[in-house]
């Protein structure tokens, strides 16, 4: 899984042998990967259909699954320890080798533990009083007790914190980047810690190992201190320190779509995740966890119009989600089969239009697959047509970014569609000078006038009292 461009969370590089809690686990019946039909059938069940039918909400679903049983066995080994947990490396978790090298120079390495906590306890001196429950362990003060020495201190490197989650930003997610360059500079800034916290969580679970137990020692810190953030307001590390400013300044973001990414990269972990899907509905949850949660996450960040709110925008928000990762899918099917022998696409799709997994390795296009991929893309383009539809219920300032992220990723369809449909030997892109041409089409998307006089070839936005084939 690799969070590259918008909402891309799904290339496993690759992770190494079986962990220990692997081992302990009890053995599985019929099974694809390391879900048992059971597991994923449980929880298919528990998620919530959205009006019209095509969005499925899947919010805080945890079934009775190893990977659950695993991530949990790592976390209750660091509590029973009693001791703090030291992660590999430099000690800053989710900032690799390759992660520094892709950006070009040493990232959080601008402050010192004790600064970092000072930083801390005047973010969250100025939370509402009810956001934290106190922790008598932490630098507990209030807001007035802080000299200008100090704050301008922290000021400095809560600035150099957010530059730098900027520059991770634009290392691997160029196509969203673009977008936040719309917004501004508080939103923009926010929307940067939430990309690096899911590029983190992404490298935890997908960085070369000698074990899964490594991985899944630092997967269970990485959630603990997610959970000690929203609790406490406690940090580690600088990015962290941006999370938490975020938090302060968003309290209405919910911790839930945080802990459904994780449980997303945890699919793609070879003995613990699902490695083939037999329906679209399987799809779907893979769909929500690595990218609709995104949308989750951003949504209090970018606000409501007048007469809207999270709750009424949260199904565009679900459905750009599916559309996204359903975009990143169908580019990267060659890719996928022959770097990391995954297919995504679902198998009671395939079976349909005649295409095998055999073709798909072989890098075969035929009209079998031509048809496939053209039912695939109508498929993706009516999530796109739903989640229009939240544009406009966005804070008006919100609305170019997330239409412009829109139609750039969109376009990677056209591109598939121009390669003839082949997206087993070539890989759709976008350029960066196209992207930019986009956007005065995409600001008349934004505008009331167009709701009746759309762009030439654009369709008219539905309205949610309008629901979308």
Not at 136 to 147: G, L
Not at 271 to 281: A, I, V
Not at 364 to 386: C, H, L, S
Request: aromatic fraction near 8%; charge should be negative; glycine fraction near 8%.
């Amino acid at each position: 899984m690799k969070v590259a461009d918008v909402y891309d969370m799904k290339n496993q590089k690759g992770v190494g042998a079986t962990s220990t809690y692997l081992h302990s686990l009890a053995p599985m019946p019929s099974k694809r990967g390391g879900k048992s039909e059971e597991e994923i059938q449980v929880e298919l069940s528990s998620g919530k259909v959205m009006e019209g039918g095509k969005v499925i909400d899947f919010e805080a679903i945890k079934g009775p699954s190893h990977a659950e049983q695993a991530l949990q066995g790592a976390k209750d080994t660091i509590v029973s320890s009693g001791e703090k947990y030291i992660p590999p490396g430099n000690g800053i978790l989710g900032i690799n080798d390759d992660v520094v090298s892709e950006v070009g120079h040493e990232l959080g390495q601008f402050a010192t533990p004790g600064q970092i906590q000072l930083c801390a306890a005047y973010l969250r001196s100025k939370a509402p009083k009810s956001l934290f429950e106190t922790n008598p362990n932490s630098i507990n003060r209030e807001e007035s007790s802080f000299s200008e020495e100090e704050k301008n201190t922290i000021d400095s490197i809560l600035r150099k914190a957010y530059v730098e989650s900027g520059e991770v930003t634009s290392a691997f997610a160029k196509t969203f980047f673009l977008g936040t360059q719309l917004l501004p500079e508080l939103p923009r800034e926010a929307i940067w810690a939430i990309y690096v916290w899911c590029r983190r969580t992404d490298e935890i679970v997908d960085a070369p190992r000698d074990s899964d137990e490594e991985m899944l020692n630092d997967l269970g810190s990485w959630e603990m201190r997610l959970e000690a953030l929203w609790k406490h307001g406690e940090v580690e590390d600088v990015y962290d320190l941006c999370l938490l400013d975020v938090l302060v300044r968003y309290p209405n973001l919910p911790i839930t779509p945080f802990t459904d990414m994780i449980r997303g990269m945890l699919m793609d972990v070879p003995g613990l995740g699902q490695e083939r899907y037999e329906s679209f509905d399987e799809l779907h949850l893979y769909c929500y966890r690595v990218a609709g949660t995104v949308g989750l996450m951003s949504l209090p960040v970018f606000g409501c119009a007048e007469g809207y709110n999270d709750q009424i925008a949260r199904e565009p928000a679900l459905s750009l989600g599916v559309a996204f990762q359903l975009t990143n899918i169908l580019r990267d099917v060659g890719e996928d089969a022959e770097k990391r022998g995954r297919v995504y696409l679902p198998r009671e799709d395939m079976a349909t239009f005649g295409v095998t997994e055999e073709q798909i390795l072989a890098k075969k296009v035929d009209q079998n697959y031509v048809d496939f991929m053209k039912f695939q893309i109508e498929r993706a383009k009516m999530y796109y047509e739903r989640a229009r539809r939240g544009v406009f219920m966005l804070a008006p300032e919100s609305r170019l970014p997330v239409q412009s992220s829109l139609d750039a990723y969109g376009k990677i369809l056209d591109k598939i569609e121009e390669n003839g449909y082949d997206s087993l030997t070539t890989r759709a892109y976008v350029g960066k000078w196209e992207k930019l041409s986009m956007i005065p089409m995409s600001w008349y998307k934004t505008q009331d006038i167009s709701r009746t006089l759309p762009f030439p070839g654009d369709k008219p936005v539905p309205t949610l009292d309008e629901p979308t084939p």
